[in-house]
């Protein structure tokens, strides 16, 4: 049996395992495979808004941030159009994200803040604390060294799956 759809969802898990692993190439591969199956299966559901996101925070995570936008979009315009608020709130943050490694905090909080006010609108309690998280972490950025800041928020920015 050829499903490829499945084979998809299980690429995309095993690239979330790599993501928690910190294996950001690996991760990478496998989420970009399983967009080229739900591309190739023209799959416009949740999974693919999911796995466009994920996909974007493993380039982002691995310090390719800029390759990161064309995913962030897809997922974005994907997910408002599923209207599935806890993926619009996980890609807008993914986008917080993309901003704050890139040193713009200032954009990077106003992302981790409409976020959560996505994520609150979601009334899905995983992904508004994952976002009341993100957006805590955001504000006291400040108070940590810069080299321990940054492997808070490599060990700590890890997509919650919420399906």
């Known amino acids: 049996m050829n499903d490829a759809r499945g084979a998809a969802i299980e690429s995309y898990s095993l690239g979330t395992l790599f993501d ?4 950001f190439g690996a991760a ?10 739900f591309r190739d299966i023209q799959d416009k559901t949740y999974w693919t808004a999911q ?15 800029d390759e990161a936008k064309n995913n962030l979009d897809e997922a974005l315009t ?3 159009n599923l209207k599935t608020d806890s993926v619009v709130a996980r890609t807008i943050g993914f986008q917080g994200d993309a901003a704050f ?14 976020a959560l006010q996505v994520a609150t609108r979601s009334k899905e309690p ?6 009341k998280r993100i957006w805590q ?7 940590a060294r810069p080299k321990q800041w940054r492997l808070f928020v490599r060990s700590s920015i890890r997509p919650m799956n919420s399906a």
């Open 28 to 37: 990478i591969n496998s989420e970009q495979e399983a967009l080229k199956a």
């Open 137 to 143: 972490r955001s504000r006291c950025r400040r108070s």
């Open 51 to 65: 796995v466009e996101g994920q996909a974007a925070e493993a380039l982002i995570l691995a310090g390719r941030g």
């Open 20 to 23: 928690f692993q910190g294996r």
């Open 78 to 80: 994907l997910s408002r």
């Open 126 to 131: 995983t992904a508004i604390l994952w976002q």
């Open 101 to 114: 490694y890139r040193g713009d905090f200032k954009a990077a909080q106003a992302s981790y803040a409409e």
